[in-house]
């Protein structure tokens, strides 16, 4: 029993149905993400309001303020899984899936650069790498089978070159959140420069990443 339904349950209330609660929580962690990203400081108290439900039903789903920050991550690190997946999805050169792959992640992180930052606080790196693993894993795969395809030519085997291209999303992050860099150049600069790690030949990279397009957001 939830921690919501057992104060429920104590004072005689009946606890909301599954799909009633599934809605909540969604609706919860949709409107904790926007409102922490203009408020990083936002009280519990205020994302209930602007969800619009009592600050208790945020504690029953959320106990704390930092498991509600750690679902926000393993929501995003779900989308971001599924991006990679699907940007390399039907791509048979290695190169090109890379780059789109790249390209689609950044698409997403984008959006939740600010909670990453914000994540650190409660969530650690650590957290989030662990989070990240199985997106890691696939691009070890792609690595590998450029490399065997003889289409990358790294110093670094696939398994360290994954955790650069991973490190190279939250350092481009970092640089957009402190004026760095321009938001629109970063996911084509993350693309360029995981290709370049790979040893793609520079004019190749630049044709690939010239070639992207970012696909509309639902």
């Known amino acids: 029993m939830t921690p919501g339904n057992r104060v429920r349950a104590e004072q005689g ?10 809605a909540n929580r969604r609706r919860i962690l949709d409107v904790a993400l926007a409102e922490l990203l203009r408020d990083p400081d ?25 498991t509600l920050i750690a679902a926000l991550v393993d929501s995003a690190a779900a989308a971001v899984a599924d991006a990679h997946r699907v940007g390399r999805q039907g791509v048979t050169d290695p190169a090109q899936a890379l780059a789109r792959a790249t ?15 914000l994540a650190q606080r409660s969530v650690t790196m650590a957290g989030i790498k662990q989070r990240l693993a199985p997106v890691r894993m696939d ?17 670094l085997p696939p398994a360290a070159l994954a955790y650069v291209h991973e490190q190279t999303l939250f ?25 370049l ?3 793609v030949p520079t004019a190749r ?3 690939i990443v010239a070639g992207l397009r970012a696909e509309p957001r639902k």
């Open 13 to 22: 209330e009946k606890p909301p149905s599954g799909s009633r609660a599934d």
């Open 42 to 66: 936002a009280s519990m108290d205020q994302i209930a309001r602007a969800a619009g439900v009592v600050r208790r039903t945020v504690y029953g789903h959320f106990p704390s303020r930092e």
């Open 103 to 117: 390209f689609a992640v950044w698409q997403i992180a984008d959006g939740y650069r600010l909670l990453v930052a």
């Open 139 to 155: 691009c070890v795969e792609l690595l590998q089978h450029g490399v065997d395809q003889g289409v990358f030519d790294s110093p």
């Open 171 to 195: 350092g481009l992050m970092e640089a957009v959140n402190e004026g760095a860099l321009d938001p629109a150049d970063a996911g084509r600069a993350a693309a360029s420069t995981a290709l």
């Open 197 to 199: 790690s790979a040893g």
């Open 205 to 207: 990279a630049r044709a």
